[in-house]
């Protein structure tokens, strides 16, 4: 019998409604969660309640301990995999962060509900019956962390939560899911061709790293205020191939020259930055004075990466570009 370690860190999926019928998200244990949805009979399953929070009160203190936790379970050969069970609104950037520092193997497999347990129509059951599965299928060592979601099976790096509300709540955009679960049984039709891991050092402050969105006509208020604010990084979520507001640029400067790390990434679902144009505010403006191009990755990625490369000690531009 194979053996599989549920992990809960609360969300939706463990939650409970109030008396005025609106959810608490994480009021549900993980014996209490499995319990309710109900879990296979064919694996053995040991269940750990870790946290109990809804997912936007996770911190990357949480994410650490719950690293710590992971490997403290994968110190045991009889494990085949591990389930996490987690908010929907930051299970993306977990899944991303989990991915780059877990050297193990083994899969880890992430996933949550859109609906609450007791709900009509509720995908608590289904998704972690078939985070289950997946967890303790062979063909998913070495893939890395994956999200498992309204049957799919996500790359962790390209993940997003697409709606806010439908069962269908995660997708990502060009790249499509790795494989599918259907009764039960996992197909997988696909595996990254490279997997990114990073050693960090568990005793080292956390650094804080800032996203700012630009939009036409944005000013550099909010950079001023992460500069006043000594943020070690801040990652610009530009437009296109990599611009930004010309109303910023001086601000930036300004960053870089106090030290700050900042990567520019796009908005757009697809496709890489890269110096293109020639103007104010454009990629090649922005590489020219100091500022990491930020490859493919949405903003989100791009912080939990930046932040765990900080951690790791590694020359963040190398890692990027």
Not at 77 to 85: A, K, P, Q, R
Not at 156 to 183: C, M, P, R, T, W
């Amino acid at each position: 019998m194979k053996k599989v370690v549920l992990l809960t860190t609360g969300g939706t999926i463990a939650s409970k409604p109030n008396k005025e019928g609106r959810l608490v998200a994480g009021e549900l244990t993980g014996n209490e969660l499995a319990k309710i949805c109900g879990i296979p009979n064919d694996i053995e399953v040991e269940v750990i309640s870790i946290l109990q929070k809804p997912s936007m009160h996770i911190s990357i203190q949480d994410l650490l301990d719950v690293k710590i936790k992971i490997e403290e379970i994968y110190e045991n050969d009889t494990v085949n995999g591990i389930v996490l069970t987690h908010g929907t609104d930051s299970l993306e950037e977990t899944a991303y962060f989990l991915d780059l520092v877990i050297a193990d193997e083994r899969p880890i497999v992430i996933t949550g509900s859109q609906r609450a347990p007791d709900e009509i129509g509720s995908d608590s059951y289904i998704n972690l019956r078939h985070a289950i599965y997946t967890a303790c299928n062979d063909q998913l060592k070495g893939v890395g962390t994956v999200v498992v979601f309204n049957e799919r099976i996500f790359a962790a790096k390209y993940v997003k939560k697409e709606h806010a509300s439908n069962i269908q709540g995660f997708n990502a955009f060009g790249f499509g899911y790795l494989g599918i679960i259907d009764n039960d049984k996992v197909y997988l039709y696909q595996k990254p061709t490279t997997r990114e891991f990073y050693k960090i050092e568990a005793t080292k402050e956390i650094p804080t790293v800032d996203i700012i969105k630009c939009y036409l006509n944005a000013d550099d208020k909010f950079i001023r205020a992460s500069i006043a604010a000594n943020v070690s990084g801040i990652v610009l979520e530009g437009t296109g191939r990599g611009q930004v507001s010309p109303l910023m640029t001086d601000a930036i400067n300004e960053a870089l020259n106090k030290g700050i790390t900042i990567l520019i990434t796009t908005a757009s679902e697809e496709g890489y930055v890269y110096p293109t144009y020639e103007y104010l505010g454009s990629a090649y403006d922005l590489y020219k004075a100091g500022v990491i191009l930020g490859g493919d990755l949405d903003s989100k990625k791009a912080r939990i990466k930046l932040m765990v490369l900080e951690l790791a000690n590694e020359k963040i531009k190398e890692k990027f570009e």
